[in-house]
Structures are given as structure tokens and as C-alpha cells.
């Protein structure tokens, strides 16, 4: 069975566990998890949907401790999983998060580059993904081969619209 393994970054702003408040904190508490996704040529869009939202409930506490086992001596066993091939980052509905703050927005200027060009990617493609003013804003970074991330992109828009049409 084909599949990928894909990087999936968390914010620490989801609710993990009861009485824990990180509301009067600033930041980020960044986890990082590699998760297997198996894919089947036959599966349709609702399938894959359905495979990946499975596995990803399979991982405890959405990954929270993953980066302290594997780079600790806790758990030698993780240090074998292969590196992942995709970055997959899910930034969430920013704009309900900004509209709930009174001083901060998204700045209108053009942000510039996020990385430097010297820079070696350690993923073969990047996927960031947001929910901007109503939209889902979909980012793909290939390193090797520009026309891989528009062929991707235009089939992960095929599937969506597969989705909505509830084939």
C-alpha cells in the first residue's frame, strides 16, 4: 500500500487536557509528529478524508511529547521512523482569532520571504493552510520541481470540489 508520512505541526492552543488555561500566555507551543498516511489509488477524496481523520485521532494527546520521546533516551525505537517527506501546517480560522483581539491585524504589505534562499528545506514539499475572511488560503512550497506543487495543488482542488459535491 502507497502512502506518505507527513510532519504535522501543532499551535499548543487546542484544548489537551482539562484546568490547563494558556489564555494570559504568549506564543506558540509548537509540537511537531510524524504521521503515516496509507493511500489506496482506488480510494475516492471521501475515503482518503476518512482514512486521514482516523489516523490522526490514533495519535494521544495530538502529538504533545512526540519530539521529547524521540529525541530523549526514553524511546530509542522512534529514532528509526524515517524523516517525513510533506511539512503540513494548519494555521486555523486566523480571522476569527484576529477578530476577537482589539490591537492586533494582519499587516497589508507583502511579508517578504520566510526563510533564507541558502537555506537546505528538510521537506520535499510544505503544505501551510489557513481560513482567511471566510476562505481556505492554501500555501505549496516544493523544493525540486515548481510543477510538482501546481499539479498537486490542482488535484487537491479536484477533491475539494469532489467533496462538495459529495461524490
Not at 502507497?2 to 490547563?20: I, M, P, Q, T, Y
Not at 504589505?109 to 482567511?132: C, D, F, K
Amino acid at each position: 500500500m502507497a502512502g506518505v508520512v507527513v510532519d504535522v505541526r501543532g499551535h499548543g492552543r487546542e484544548d489537551l487536557f482539562e484546568n490547563v488555561d494558556v489564555t494570559r500566555t504568549v506564543g506558540l507551543f509548537m509540537t511537531i509528529y510524524p504521521l503515516s498516511l496509507p493511500c489506496r489509488p482506488e480510494w475516492s477524496s471521501r475515503e482518503l478524508v476518512s482514512s486521514v481523520k482516523g489516523r490522526r485521532r490514533e495519535v494521544p494527546h495530538r502529538g504533545l511529547g512526540y519530539g521529547l520521546l524521540r529525541h530523549g533516551n526514553q524511546a530509542a525505537e522512534l529514532a528509526e521512523i524515517p524523516p517525513a517527506q510533506v511539512d503540513f501546517n494548519y494555521l486555523g480560522q486566523v480571522d476569527l482569532v484576529l477578530k476577537r483581539q482589539t490591537r492586533l491585524g494582519l499587516a497589508e504589505e507583502a511579508m517578504g520571504p520566510e526563510q533564507s534562499p541558502w537555506r537546505v528545506a528538510p521537506y520535499s514539499l510544505a503544505v501551510t493552510i489557513a481560513v482567511l475572511d471566510g476562505r481556505l488560503q492554501v500555501r505549496w512550497a516544493q523544493q525540486s520541481d515548481p510543477e510538482i506543487a501546481q499539479s498537486l495543488s490542482e488535484r487537491f482542488v479536484e477533491c475539494l470540489r469532489e467533496l462538495i459535491r459529495g461524490a
